[in-house]
């Protein structure tokens, strides 16, 4: 599986947006990125996907760089329900990965009031 | 809909017991997989069923194993317990193979004295 790289922590404070960084510099052609998070006490929980295109949804946007081997997870506002770790990680669609995901140690993300 | 449900949520055992967990996917759901989350290994993949076939396997002993019913119901089961065996194990499912939104239940504490 290729390696994802990404900071042990980060703050914020409310309301504020927040850029949560990762690095995939051998990300192969046909690795979807996928960005979990896991708050305090509970199971993880998917977060947004992308291949190539910048997306968005409800809960954050997902900018990925024109070569891929970067990408950064927005949340707009942040509030002190996303403090979680937050997690980005490779999966190789094209393989036989089916329902396989490899966690890195991802991203502790503190939201101050 | 109601979310991923695992039994039982917490669970004490005795070194070389065996212990079966069960997971019960959301309706519809016929992907399930399985994680141990520890402290100094993170989240770690188990297995993944679908439609009653495992079809991928993570690097752990042959003492642990799981299965899926017709109803995509899973249990997974670890013989044999060691004391490094005490950890967080989650299950996940998702609509289809290769899903990209894997959906996790809240995990069993697993306690091995």
């Known amino acids: 599986d290729a390696k994802t790289t990404q900071p042990n922590s980060m703050e914020s404070n409310e309301e504020e947006p927040v850029h949560l960084p990762c690095n995939h510099s051998?990300?192969?052609?046909?690795?979807?990125i996928h960005w979990y998070r896991q708050l305090p006490s509970q199971g993880p929980e998917y977060v947004i996907h992308g291949l190539t295109s910048n997306v968005n949804n409800r809960m954050a946007s997902l900018a990925i760089a024109e070569d891929r081997k970067s990408s950064t997870l927005i949340l707009h506002r942040a509030t002190l329900r996303d403090a979680a770790v937050y997690y980005c990680?490779?999966?190789?669609?094209?393989?036989?990965?089916?329902?396989?995901?490899?966690f890195g140690q991802g991203t502790i993300l503190t939201v101050h009031p | 809909k109601a979310g991923v449900t695992q039994t039982p949520r917490y669970l004490i055992k005795t070194r070389g017991q065996q212990v079966t967990l069960s997971c019960s996917p959301i309706s519809g759901h016929r992907s399930v997989s399985w994680y141990q989350q520890t402290p100094g290994q993170g989240l770690q993949f188990l297995f993944e069923?679908?439609?009653?076939?495992?079809?991928n396997k993570g690097n752990f002993p042959g003492r642990f194993s799981g299965r899926q019913f017709s109803n995509s119901r899973s249990e997974m089961n670890v013989s044999t317990l060691e004391l490094g065996d005490s950890a967080l194990y989650l299950c996940?499912?998702?609509?289809?193979?290769?899903?990209?939104?894997?959906?996790f239940g809240p995990g069993t504490r697993l306690t091995v004295t």
């Open positions: 051998t990300i192969s052609g046909t690795d979807y």
């Open positions: 996940a499912s998702s609509l289809v193979n290769q899903a990209h939104e894997q959906y």
């Open positions: 069923y679908f439609s009653e076939t495992q079809r």
């Open positions: 990680i490779l999966r190789d669609s094209g393989g036989t990965s089916y329902g396989k995901l490899t």
